[in-house]
């Protein structure tokens, strides 16, 4: 008799959910994609950059983990600011 | 115009499609689940969700940096009670959006913290970025 087989601690429901939240983050783009011209270069740039890893078969770089993280960082002072 | 978005954003799906992995690797049950939920496909997902955010984000601070509403300035303005809310929202996004980061680059944790942090991440980009679709705030 075979072993049974080894539990995991994700099923495939999980992961469903998972894909659709994946699916409406990118529906959020498309609704900012509407919003003006602002944000199209970080899309299109994100674009490539995504096609570029998966042709390599890798995830982000550190180096493309931090530029997005200095992004969020400024950003986030600017929307909590009161200097104006 | 709206075309060129409409195939831009298209173009930003196809990439993410064969960029993000876990779109595509879930759709089936035959393809490995850790494999989906870990290592580069899952980084590459919550790579897309980190840009999706700072896209929210921008369009979040240009309202947040017009003029208060008031008596006085009634239009192309920011209403405080909005702003104070975006605050509110973008202080949970991010804490789940780092969070999420955090899991993807440590594999160590293992799949069941790293799926629980993606869904939290994505949950509050959601609620985050439906404030920022408000009316009068997108323009």
């Known amino acids: ?16 959910k998972i894909a659709e939240y994946a699916k409406q983050a990118l529906d959020i783009i498309e609704q900012l994609v509407a919003v003006g011209g602002d944000v199209l270069p970080l899309i299109e740039q994100t674009r490539e950059r995504l ?9 982000p770089s550190a180096e493309e983990w931090a530029a997005q993280d200095t992004m969020k960082e400024d950003l986030n002072n600017q ?3 009161d200097d104006r | 115009m709206r075309l060129f978005v409409s195939i831009l954003f298209a173009l ?25 939920v870990t290592g580069p496909a899952a980084q590459r997902t ?3 969700v980190n840009a999706a955010y700072i896209a929210a984000l921008e369009v979040a601070v240009s309202y947040e940096s017009k003029p208060r509403c008031s008596a006085t300035v009634t239009t192309a303005c920011s209403d405080t009670a909005i702003v104070t809310q975006m605050r509110k929202a973008n ?12 899991a993807v ?30 009316p009068g705030v997108k323009s």
């Open chain 1, 1 to 16: 008799m075979n072993a049974p087989s080894t539990p995991r601690t994700i099923d495939f429901s999980e992961l469903q």
């Open chain 1, 51 to 59: 096609q570029a890893m998966a042709a390599a078969g890798r995830g």
């Open chain 1, 79 to 81: 929307l909590n600011s």
């Open chain 2, 12 to 36: 930003l799906l196809a990439g993410c499609l064969s960029g993000c992995g876990a779109l595509t690797n879930v759709t089936s049950p035959l393809i490995g689940v850790t494999g989906a």
């Open chain 2, 46 to 48: 919550v790579y897309a």
């Open chain 2, 91 to 102: 202080a949970t996004a991010k804490a789940a959006i780092d969070a999420a980061e955090t």
């Open chain 2, 105 to 134: 680059r440590t594999p160590s944790l293992g799949d069941g913290i790293i799926a629980q942090a993606m869904q939290a991440a994505q949950i509050a980009l959601a609620a985050f970025s439906a404030l920022t679709s408000l």
